[in-house]
């Protein structure tokens, strides 16, 4: 039998290094070919290792929390070893029961056993913590405790002063490292910040005219298609014919030069549970309602279960993001470098609107559309959204081609 090396794969391009995220097995498991033995986490995405041989996991090299990079070893696998039976843990002898400590015995023990966070607080504050009475378990003193004696309370918990605040109990707080993911899109919507010149217009779309379709058609559609007929298909489909209307919204800036891109690959914005993803549907003006539905929903799939990948969210050139499913009415969304901007969706409320002279209650949706103002003019960035608004709400002129 002879070892083999679990590496770490090739990286995507761009990306450096990749983090142990987890391991979903032990030193001495047996473990099958191809199955995942650990899962990777980059700045974009999370990636798979799985074994290459039938054996026993002999070797963790790089634990949890490690970086590594492209081809280091993360373990090594004992091939076609049988992994023995782990022994079963002796029955533990019940001990007998220690006298009881006497009463002083005990108040010297809480004293002198604070906890880290009691000893700083005193000693910044020049406390003696064995002083102050303990309100936790078995007496103990609190954080909380040295605050209330701070500010006025007496060694027995009496009144507190006039104007302070009742620190009784714990207060617990627990710190996490930040996830390369979300850490890298914090990183990004920062320097997007920084280095765009960002400015939103806003406008709002009734929807009436879309929702009568998809309830009139929603059944056959999804007969037909297997698919739910969404309103992010209406809205990838109008944001489509608006961006070949306005070449400059669907362009990014490199360097000193204007990139025109002569294809539409709209972004859709995922959240997930280890931060937001932007996978992107590809050609979007070659796709039907039912193309692009379909496309979504494979890549929801694939974000709750961890499967995007680089590819997925490589390029693009204009995204959309819908916040109106979390119940958002109104937000300025954050464009995703390099594109030009992003169509920002948001919650559908029943408003009155005045129309034909009439006032009458529809389903209205505030829509927002960030740019980057050093390439798009505040006229272009208005029409954009206009055309958005008219398509949507004469949505037999987008079908049509119109």
């Known amino acids: 039998m002879s070892d083999a090396e679990i590496k770490c794969p090739v990286?995507?391009?761009?990306?450096?290094?990749?983090?142990?995220?987890?391991?979903?097995?032990?030193?001495?498991?047996?473990?099958?070919?191809?199955?995942?033995?650990?899962?990777?986490?980059?700045?974009?995405?999370?990636?798979?290792?799985?074994?290459?041989?039938?054996?026993?996991?002999?070797?963790?090299?790089?634990?949890e929390g490690d970086t590594v990079g492209a081809q280091d070893v993360l373990g090594m696998i004992e091939a076609g070893a049988v992994a023995t039976a782990k022994p079963a843990p002796a029955a533990a002898e019940t001990p007998a029961p220690a006298p009881a400590p006497a009463a002083s015995q005990t108040?010297?023990?809480?004293?002198?056993?604070?906890?880290?966070?009691?000893?700083?607080f005193a000693g910044e504050h020049d406390m003696d913590a064995s002083t102050v009475a303990g309100s936790g378990k078995g007496g103990r003193v609190t954080k909380g405790d040295l605050e209330k004696a701070l500010l006025g309370g007496s060694q027995q918990?009496?009144?507190?002063?006039?104007?302070?605040?009742?620190?009784?109990?714990?207060?617990?707080?627990?710190?996490?490292?930040?996830?390369?993911?979300?850490?890298?899109?914090?990183?990004?919507?920062?320097?997007?910040?920084?280095?765009?010149?960002?400015?939103?217009?806003?406008?709002?779309?009734?929807?009436?005219?879309?929702?009568?379709?998809?309830?009139?058609?929603?059944?056959?559609?999804?007969?037909?298609?297997?698919?739910?007929?969404?309103l992010m298909s209406f809205f990838t489909k109008a944001a489509t014919e608006a961006l070949k209307r306005f070449p400059a919204v669907n362009a990014s800036i490199d360097g000193d030069e204007i990139v025109y891109h002569?294809?539409?690959?709209?972004?859709?914005?995922?959240?997930?549970e280890?931060?937001?993803?932007?996978?992107?549907?590809?050609?979007?003006?070659?796709?039907?309602?039912?193309?692009?539905?379909?496309?979504?929903?494979?890549?929801?799939?694939?974000?709750?279960?961890?499967?995007?990948?680089?590819?997925?969210?490589?390029?693009?050139?204009?995204?959309?993001?819908?916040?109106?499913?979390?119940?958002?009415?109104?937000?300025?969304?954050?464009?995703?470098?390099?594109?030009?901007a992003i169509l920002g969706m948001h919650g559908i409320q029943q408003r009155p609107i005045a129309e034909n002279g009439e006032v009458v209650?529809?389903?209205?949706?505030?829509v927002a559309l960030t740019y980057d103002h050093r390439l798009v003019d505040g006229k272009e960035s208005v029409q954009f959204l206009v055309t958005i608004k008219k398509l949507l709400e004469d949505p037999t002129t987008l079908l049509l081609d119109l």
């Open 274 to 340: 280890r931060g937001l993803v932007v996978p992107v549907l590809r050609n979007t003006d070659t796709m039907s309602l039912a193309d692009v539905e379909r496309g979504i929903g494979v890549f929801a799939e694939k974000a709750r279960t961890n499967k995007i990948t680089v590819e997925d969210m490589t390029g693009g050139t204009f995204s959309i993001t819908n916040g109106g499913v979390f119940g958002s009415l109104f937000a300025t969304p954050i464009i995703n470098p390099p594109q030009t």
């Open 11 to 63: 990286l995507p391009e761009s990306v450096a290094d990749a983090t142990v995220l987890t391991w979903h097995k032990q030193a001495g498991d047996a473990v099958s070919r191809d199955e995942t033995l650990v899962e990777l986490e980059t700045d974009k995405v999370v990636l798979e290792v799985p074994a290459t041989e039938d054996g026993v996991l002999s070797k963790i090299l790089k634990n």
């Open 262 to 272: 002569g294809y539409y690959d709209v972004g859709i914005a995922v959240s997930t």
């Open 107 to 120: 108040a010297a023990a809480d004293n002198s056993a604070h906890s880290p966070s009691v000893r700083r």
């Open 157 to 230: 918990g009496a009144g507190l002063g006039v104007g302070a605040v009742d620190f009784t109990g714990e207060r617990t707080e627990k710190r996490v490292p930040m996830s390369r993911l979300r850490s890298r899109v914090a990183e990004r919507l920062l320097n997007a910040q920084h280095s765009s010149a960002l400015l939103t217009t806003f406008n709002e779309v009734n929807l009436k005219a879309v929702m009568d379709i998809r309830k009139q058609y929603k059944e056959a559609f999804e007969k037909k298609h297997g698919v739910r007929l969404g």
């Open 361 to 366: 209650i529809r389903p209205m949706m505030y």
